[in-house]
């Protein structure tokens, strides 16, 4: 019986590695060295090409950067890929790979100047409509509740220009509204743009409203007015309707009633009176009394419509 190196009760020695497996154990130890070299090498690099950009952010457009709960900034940084955006401040700060801090900051400026930003849409689109001036109280609405439902209907920004003399209302011009969001929203948000300057309302921005329009020749229009738009105002605020009577640049040349469907039947029989006693009485159609154009006075911008017209300086 041959000898064995092994001492009764031992374990046996374990098995010498042959030459392949210590190879293939060498080559696995470099393999992983040589992405752990990579790895610190990719981290330098991102770190020697990080860029920082900073934009200064006037006090009163700091909301409008930022947006509730940070929405938009997030928005910006998750769209752009920058490493952080910091907002302590007028003066804020980007910082990140070049092309990112770039778009970031396109980004800031374009919600600075504009109220929102481009890359917050697919297929975005921008548009603007031509409206008169006399129009924006009904894109607005009272309180903002119009301008509200084209955001949260509609989906879509609305621009109001803010920088336009206050005689405007009187004259002919008209002035750029604009429409931005997905190119299909801006479509129909410009259809309800139009029909608001035609008709004064919408049913998705005024619901549960309706219209009547009522030819009326323009030597009729005093007897609506009144002295001082006394008729006027009492027609609006008895039978709580908007009578619009038009002028030049009216898209709809008969006078429209707009309100509650009930309420503007009401006004619609007691402005059918006014007409007949003003057709039927002997002064009625007298060369010298010239209607009184109340609509600079009906227009004004209120305290309440500041906060929704943007004011781009």
């Known amino acids: 019986m041959a000898p064995t190196n ?30 752990a070299r990579a790895q610190v090498e990719a981290e330098n690099a991102e770190k020697t090409s990080m860029h920082t950009a900073q934009i200064k952010v006037p006090e009163n457009k700091i909301g409008i950067v930022i947006g509730p709960k940070g929405s938009k900034i997030k928005l910006i940084q998750e769209k752009t890929g920058v490493t952080r955006i910091d907002t302590s401040g007028e003066m804020f700060t980007i910082v990140g790979p070049q092309q990112a801090v770039e778009m970031a900051y396109a980004a800031v400026k374009e919600l600075m100047e504009k109220g ?16 008169h001036p006399s129009v924006f109280p009904d894109l607005i609405g009272k309180g903002g509740v119009t ?41 129909k948000a410009k259809q309800v743009i139009e029909n608001i300057v035609s008709y004064g309302y919408h049913e998705i921005t005024h619901p549960g409203q309706t219209h009547e329009e009522i030819e009326v020749e323009p030597w009729a229009y005093k007897f609506l007015i009144g002295k001082a738009g006394s008729e006027l105002r009492h027609i609006q605020n008895n039978y709580k309707v908007k009578v619009n009577i038009p002028r030049e640049h009216s898209v709809c040349q008969n006078v429209v009633v707009v309100g509650g469907p009930g309420d503007v039947a009401r006004a619609k029989d007691y402005i059918d009176n006014v007409l007949w006693k003003a057709q039927n009485q002997p002064t009625g159609r007298r060369d010298g ?25």
Do not use: H
């Not at 929102?116 to 409206?131: G, I």
């Not at 989906?155 to 997905?182: R, S």
């Not at 209607?291 to 419509?305: R, S």
């Open 6 to 35: 092994t001492v009764p009760g031992m374990a046996p020695a374990p098995k010498a590695a042959s030459k392949e497996e210590i190879a293939a154990f060498m080559a696995g130890v470099k393999e992983k060295g040589a992405a």
């Open 116 to 131: 929102y930003c481009s890359m917050a849409f697919e297929d975005f689109k921008e548009e603007a409509v031509p409206v």
């Open 147 to 187: 301008i509200k439902a084209f955001k949260s209907e509609l989906n879509v920004e609305i621009t109001i220009p803010g920088d336009i003399p206050k005689t405007a209302t009187t004259g002919t011009k008209k002035y750029k509204v604009t429409l931005a969001g997905k190119a299909d929203d801006v479509k």
């Open 289 to 313: 009394d010239a209607a009184i154009d109340t609509w600079g006075q009906e227009e004004e911008e209120e305290d309440w419509m500041k906060a929704y017209i943007y004011k781009r300086k």
